[in-house]
């Protein structure tokens, strides 16, 4: 008799011949809207790359064409992902496009808000210099809690409900959403510590003490991306349920091990 890992039951389900009854055939305009809105931070991130290679200066540092290119570039591929991914979700259809919307608003300002202070040559975040700069880095702070209310919200409902999707692909999203749980957290804790250096006068120090940090948040954003694009890939090949279940699961336990150990590197030098 096989062991439940090996032959778990409801991963390797089939999706259902019919779409859900919440979930309606084809590409929704709120949908088109959030993948050219993705689409449209991606580019943004390859132009401040060109602009990064035609005016130089530092790669890192509080003050970097790095920010644009790295912010855009992540926000509009997460902003692509999450819409994706969500679809395998059983949610209404309302509420969801609800959260998109505000998802997608959220990933702008963000951006937006980045790209003026990279213009400006001066910090995006923690930079209470001026009264400006303090409600530029006050409104990203928001918007960063925005975030993580959005991304629970999902990610809760991932667990609630097991999602739709070929085989593996339930584990790929409630393991994407629970990845990205650690990424939300790590960026929380690098603006909550800087906040309190800054308010206590060490604004250098502040800028210093988000590294630690910086590999396990890059490292953990992504998995929401790369779980369920590689279960999606894998449903395209005439492998076996059982087989394509177990190639996700191993990149599950690869992805975890990643950020177990940028983990463990952030402990160890914060």
Request: proline share 8%; with cysteine.
């Amino acid at each position: 008799m096989p062991s439940p890992l090996e032959s778990p039951p409801s991963p390797l389900a089939d999706p259902p011949r019919n779409p859900p009854a919440n979930r309606p055939r084809g590409v929704r305009p709120a949908e088109r809207l959030c993948h050219a809105t993705g689409a449209l931070l991606v580019l943004s991130g390859l132009v401040h790359l060109v602009v990064f290679a035609v005016d130089g200066g530092p790669w890192y540092g509080p003050v970097s064409w790095r920010k644009p290119v790295t912010f855009g570039l992540s926000f509009g591929l997460t902003l692509i992902a999450v819409v994706q991914v969500t679809s395998y979700l059983r949610i209404g259809e309302r509420l969801r496009t609800a959260l998109l919307a505000v998802f997608a608003a959220d990933c702008v300002v963000e951006v937006g808000g980045i790209t003026l202070q990279a213009w400006r040559r001066v910090p995006s975040h923690l930079d209470m210099e001026t009264p400006f700069d303090t409600a530029v880095s006050m409104m990203l702070a928001v918007g960063g809690g925005v975030l993580v209310v959005l991304l629970t919200v999902f990610a809760v409902v991932s667990f609630r409900r097991r999602p739709d999707g070929p085989a593996g692909m339930a584990l790929a999203v409630r393991s994407g959403f629970a990845v990205l749980l650690v990424a939300l957290a790590s960026g929380a804790a690098m603006i909550a510590r800087g906040v309190v250096l800054v308010r206590t006068g060490h604004q250098q120090a502040a800028y210093d003490s988000t590294a630690p940090l910086k590999p396990l948040h890059a490292v953990s954003l992504h998995a929401v991306l790369v779980l369920p694009a590689l279960a999606w890939l894998l449903s395209r090949t005439s492998w076996s349920e059982r087989t394509r279940w177990r190639i996700v699961a191993a990149a599950v336990g690869c992805y975890a091990a990643a950020v177990a150990a940028a983990g463990v590197w952030a402990v160890l030098t914060y």
